[in-house]
């Protein structure tokens, strides 16, 4: 059974940081480009960071560039995103994806799996 299982969302005061996981299990995650995903109440679900199944290529949204850092241990089957400088603006439900593209990471329809997601929240 294929899961991705997103962990590490909470409440947090602007300006501080937390660390998103998500293990995958029952597919091969080491041939898959992984991403993080997230959308806010009312707005449409936005691409966050990407990186890519063979050199870990990674890619970001212009909203979150140099405050968040994606990155993946295929020896665990795991995904991260550290959230620096968290802004009010950042909260939002996240959700991980796996795809088997290496092109094309901001666009949702490319991802073959999804996780439940987990709650991030940013007060001011």
């Known amino acids: 059974q294929v899961q991705l299982v997103e962990s590490g969302g909470g409440l947090v005061q602007a300006g501080g940081s937390l660390r998103l996981s998500c293990a995958a299990s029952?597919?091969?995650?080491?041939?898959?480009?992984m991403a993080w995903f997230r959308q806010a109440p009312r707005k449409e679900r936005e691409f966050v960071a990407g990186i890519t199944r063979s050199d870990f290529n990674t890619r970001y949204a212009a909203s979150v560039k140099a405050r968040f850092t994606i990155s993946r241990d295929n020896a665990k089957d795991t995904v991260f995103l550290q959230m620096n400088s968290l802004k009010p603006e950042d909260t939002a439900y996240y959700y991980c994806a796996a795809t088997r593209t290496e092109y094309g990471l901001e666009f949702s329809p490319a991802y073959d799996y999804w996780g439940q997601g987990t709650q991030v929240t940013v007060s001011s």
């Open positions: 029952g597919f091969a995650s080491n041939r898959y480009s």
